[in-house]
């Protein structure tokens, strides 16, 4: 096995106890940038992998004003629970103020005031524009970033637009009036920047005006790990809440049943819910499968350039 990276020594593939406690060190070294990311001051002490009465806290920094839990993961999980009950359980032993951070792959929506979201390519972005005070720093840091690229949890080029087959009615009422899209559970959609559905026949011919082919293009704003039906549902609920979306269709409970029921089908375990930005036409006449890929089947290709797709376009 090769490694391009003092992390990946350990193992190519990213783990998120290594990466944590290599993150606890960095953070040992007093980096302005990282205190700054993660508002630290004056740290007394570092304490990782720290057993509670349900479950294990993966950093604790104690600084002389806060103690601050970061509570990591290398997808995009929605750890607010986890962290809650760890604050429950610290409150019992620290009297202080207490933050909490969530760090994944990329920042998430939490229904939290207590709680910061901040994200890997955040912490990567500061490590890059770093102004470090001796070589351990700047080396360890540097290795660190290596990692996260190398494990893929960090890209320095992003396919601009992620592309899929959309061909039932609750996927297609989903994106239009509710601009959500909700697809198996992959790591790699959080290289793109934009998501383009392609209508198949069926969308076209129960759903007068929708276009075989792809022709929308709508924003993608954040990216939320799904593991059950409760939490599509409130991810959804404040998604358009926020978004101030009144064509909130009333029958959208029915709607997550049944694309709960189709992934269940599939036996997927986790989803990834794709939160959009206002969905616009950009193409018509709708773009053609013909012109993305050889053949006329489900889409094999689903990450694309922008100049990709023009050029399907014909434009």
Known sequence: MSSNDLLSCFGSKAKETRLTSFLAYLISLDIKEINEYFNIDSIQNIIIEKK?????????VKSIRKLIIIEAKINNKNTQDQIERQYQEFKKQYRGKIDLISLTKNTISIESKVISSKSWKGLYNQLKNAKYKNNKQKILSEEFMNHLENSGIVTKREKQVYARDVNKEPYLSLFLKTHVYLCNYNENIHKCSYFAPYFGAKISYISPGVDMGLSYIAKIYSHIQITEQKELELAIKKHIKNQKLRNYNRDIEEKFKMIIEDHNNKKVKAFTLLLLEKPR???????????????????????????????????
């Open 52 to 60: 509670l009465e349900t479950q294990r806290c993966d950093i604790i």
């Open 281 to 315: 036409k950009l193409f018509n006449p709708s773009i053609k499968k013909s012109n993305l890929q050889e053949g006329h089947g489900w889409l094999s290709k689903q990450y694309y350039e922008f100049d990709e797709i023009f050029e399907a376009a014909d434009l």
